[in-house]
Each structure stands twice: as structure tokens, then as C-alpha cells.
Nanobody, 130 residues
Framework: QVQLMESGGDSVQTGGSLRLSCAAT????????MGWFRQAPGKERERVASIAADGGTDYLGSVRGRFTVIQDNTKTKLDLQLNSIRVDDAGMYYCAVSRLPSIILGRGCRNWSGREHTTWGQGTQVTISS
């Protein structure tokens, strides 16, 4: 059974940077999507960034150019570098792995909604102070 453990959540000022980390165990064959989702109070969970088995990435429009996913060579660790943080970046950030092969979820896993066929971590909180 895949297990995901996030770390790195913190309170950060607008304009600042933060790095979130996710470590996966029992991942098996690295053919699935890995990614980061977030959920702000009163809002739906949204995919922030994802990486496919072939290394292709996809980002939420509002974070493109500010956030970067970094996967290690073993493909069991996925970091999310957050730069130029804004107030609307606040929320609970979840690491996730798809249970469908990334090859069927589009380039960079762009079709991965997380509504099904997904394994989740416990989440790590990012709060923003202005």
C-alpha cells in the first residue's frame, strides 16, 4: 500500500518562498502520476502541480512560473518549491499519487482531477501573512 508523508508547511510572508517535501513508500513501478494538490477553506481541492512517469509536468495556471516540482532520481520523493508566494496560495497542501498510469492522464498528468483513483498524504499547512 502506497504511503505518502508530507513536510515543510509553515507560515510565510507574501513574496516569500517555501519548500514542501513528500516521501513515498511502497510505490512499486514508477509509472504513475505524482503531484501536489491544495485546498483552501471553503474551496474545492485543486491540483497545483504534477509530474508524469516520463518527467512531463503540468501546473495550475496561477502558480506557473512561481512553483516548481522537483522529483528525485528514485521517483519516490517529490518536492514543491513555492516562490513569490501570494495570499491565495494559502491552504492545506496534499501530496498525491494516481492509481492510474500517467500515460492515460495526459501530458504532465493534466487530466488528473484527484476525484478518484488517487492516494493521498495527510497534508501540510501553508499559511500566508502579509
Amino acid at each position: 500500500q502506497v504511503q505518502l508523508m508530507e513536510s515543510g508547511g509553515d507560515s510565510v510572508q507574501t513574496g516569500g518562498s517555501l519548500r514542501l517535501s513528500c516521501a513515498a513508500t511502497n510505490l512499486g513501478t514508477p509509472k504513475y502520476c505524482m503531484g501536489w494538490f491544495r485546498q483552501a477553506p471553503g474551496k474545492e481541492r485543486e491540483r497545483v502541480a504534477s509530474i508524469a512517469a516520463d518527467g512531463g509536468t503540468d501546473y495550475l495556471g496561477s502558480v506557473r512560473g512561481r512553483f516548481t516540482v522537483i522529483q528525485d532520481n528514485t521517483k519516490t520523493k517529490l518536492d514543491l518549491q513555492l516562490n513569490s508566494i501570494r495570499v491565495d496560495d494559502a491552504g492545506m497542501y496534499y501530496c498525491a499519487v494516481s492509481r492510474l498510469p500517467s500515460i492515460i492522464l495526459g501530458r504532465g498528468c493534466r487530466n488528473w482531477s484527484g476525484r478518484e483513483h488517487t492516494t493521498w498524504g495527510q497534508g501540510t499547512q501553508v499559511t500566508i501573512s502579509s
